[in-house]
T-cell receptor, first 107, second 115 residues
Framework: RKEVEQDPGPFNVPEGATVAFNCTYS??????FFWYRQDCRKEPKLLMS???SGNEDGRFTAQLNRASQYISLLIRDSKLSDSATYLC????????FGTGTRLQVFP | DAGVIQSPRHEVTEMGQEVTLRCKPI?????LFWYRQTMMRGLELLIY????????DSGMPEDRFSAKMPNASFSTLKIQPSEPRDSAVYFC?????????????FGPGTRLTVT
C-alpha cells in the first residue's frame, strides 16, 4: 500500500463546475501537508499548503482531517487553465508525493 | 529571476554508459533535492543536501547512483553504469530553508531514456 493514496482520475468536468479531490495518508507522524500542481511534461509547483483549520486561496479550498488521515482539495468555478495533475504531498521528514489526480476541464 | 536550472533537458543513452545530470539551484537557497519521477512510482526523493552537505541518501536506488554538491551553486547526479530501468524524469529542486516545511522550487527536469 502506498503511503499517500490518490484517485488517479481523470476527472473530466465542464468549465464552471466544482470538483473535489481526496487523498489519504498512512503515517500519522506526518507533519505538514501540501497540494502541488503539475502540468503535462512540466515540473511540479506548489499550489497551496494545507492547514488543520482548512484554508482557502481564491477558488481553491484545502481541508485536513488528521483523525481520518485525509486531505481534500476543492476547486470552484473550474477554468480551462486548471487542467493539470494535482499531487497530494505529505511532509514526514521528507516530502512524500502521491501519484496525482488528473483533471481535464472542457469548454 | 532565474529559477532552478537543469541540464541536459533530454538525454538518450545506451545501457552501460555513464550519465551525468546537472543542476544549478536558485541563488541563496540552502537546500537542494534530487527526485525521480516515473509513471509507476510517481515522484520519489533520491537525495538531499543542506548547505552543500548530503543529509539523506536513503532514496538512492543503488551504488550505481551518486550525487555531489561541490559548492552552493552546482550539483550533479551520476548514474554509472546506466540501465533501461533508470529511464525516468529527474528533477532537481531547491528551497530556502533546511526543513521540508519550506516551499521547494523545481527545475524543468531531465528526461532520461536508456536503451
Amino acid at each position: 500500500r502506498k503511503e499517500v493514496e490518490q484517485d488517479p482520475g481523470p476527472f473530466n468536468v465542464p468549465e464552471g463546475a466544482t470538483v473535489a479531490f481526496n487523498c489519504t495518508y498512512s503515517n500519522s507522524a506526518s507533519q505538514s501537508f501540501f497540494w502541488y500542481r503539475q502540468d503535462c511534461r512540466k515540473e511540479p509547483k506548489l499550489l497551496m499548503s494545507v492547514y488543520s483549520s482548512g484554508n482557502e486561496d481564491g477558488r481553491f479550498t484545502a481541508q485536513l482531517n488528521r483523525a481520518s488521515q485525509y486531505i481534500s482539495l476543492l476547486i470552484r468555478d473550474s477554468k480551462l487553465s486548471d487542467s493539470a495533475t494535482y499531487l497530494c504531498v505529505v511532509n514526514r521528514d521528507k516530502l512524500i508525493f502521491g501519484t496525482g489526480t488528473r483533471l481535464q476541464v472542457f469548454p | 529571476d532565474a529559477g532552478v536550472i537543469q541540464s541536459p533537458r533530454h538525454e538518450v543513452t545506451e545501457m552501460g554508459q555513464e550519465v551525468t545530470l546537472r543542476c544549478k539551484p536558485i541563488s541563496g537557497h540552502n537546500s537542494l533535492f534530487w527526485y525521480r519521477q516515473t509513471m509507476m512510482r510517481g515522484l520519489e526523493l533520491l537525495i538531499y543536501f543542506n548547505n552543500n552537505v548530503p543529509i539523506d541518501d536513503s532514496g538512492m536506488p543503488e551504488d550505481r547512483f551518486s550525487a555531489k554538491m561541490p559548492n552552493a551553486s552546482f550539483s550533479t547526479l551520476k548514474i554509472q553504469p546506466s540501465e533501461p530501468r533508470d529511464s525516468a524524469v529527474y528533477f532537481c529542486a531547491s528551497s530556502l530553508g533546511v526543513t521540508f516545511s519550506y516551499e521547494q522550487y523545481f527545475g524543468p527536469g531531465t528526461r532520461l531514456t536508456v536503451t
